[in-house]
């Protein structure tokens, strides 16, 4: 399964904490770890730093902790264990997955379960309440989709639509209507 990735695992570059103005990018390949930075001073004694590189394996990285907190200083300690997991060859293949095959996926989900998965991650919370989700769940779930039905659930958004009642969707395209023909009678 790991012959599937990609050469490239992970990238992110970043500039250092404050007062730095440094550069840096983290690079992670199925071979190595590759750590970059960039001085960038005003103070004569840095204006002739080159830029400088460190490449370790997998299984040295694990050893070396120097680099190790240079990482987590720079990006983070979250960064620095997802680092951890590829060099050790724990692979999140359900995060490489593209929005729209996990949108496919989701939607063959029930209600409960996507209130359930819209916790675990920030991505998954964004998935749960996109219109992309919401749209055919609310087209299955409904007979005839007006065309005021549908301005006004582009409007406030499918999944509030879905989760309206009849009684507040009647009276949101009553509102609409009313706001629609007030602006075409101020325009004659």
């Known amino acids: 399964m790991a012959s599937l990735l990609p050469e490239t695992l992970f ?5 250092g904490p404050a007062p730095s ?23 004569s004694e840095y204006r002739s730093a080159k830029p400088g590189e460190t490449k370790e394996s997998h ?24 680092v951890f997991h590829l060099c050790e060859g724990k692979f999140d293949f359900l995060e490489r997955l593209s929005d729209n095959l996990l949108l496919n996926i989701i939607s063959y989900l029930d209600l409960e379960d996507i209130a359930s998965l819209s916790q675990t991650s920030r991505r998954f919370s964004k998935l749960c309440i996109s219109d992309k989700l919401w749209e055919p769940i609310v087209q299955s779930a409904c007979d005839n989709i007006t065309p ?41």
């Open 11 to 15: 990238e992110i570059v970043g500039e």
């Open 21 to 43: 103005k440094d550069y840096y990018q983290l690079l992670v390949t199925r071979s190595q770890v590759i750590f970059r930075w960039w001085k960038i001073s005003l103070r």
């Open 59 to 82: 299984e040295n990285f694990l050893e070396n902790s120097h680099l190790q907190v240079q990482i987590a200083l720079i990006f983070g300690a979250r960064i620095l264990d997802y």
């Open 148 to 188: 005021e039905m549908r301005a006004l659930a582009e409007d406030m958004g499918w999944r509030q639509m879905f989760f309206a009642n009849k009684l507040q969707l009647q009276r949101q395209l009553r509102k609409r209507k009313e706001s629609q023909e007030s602006e075409r009678d101020s325009q004659v």
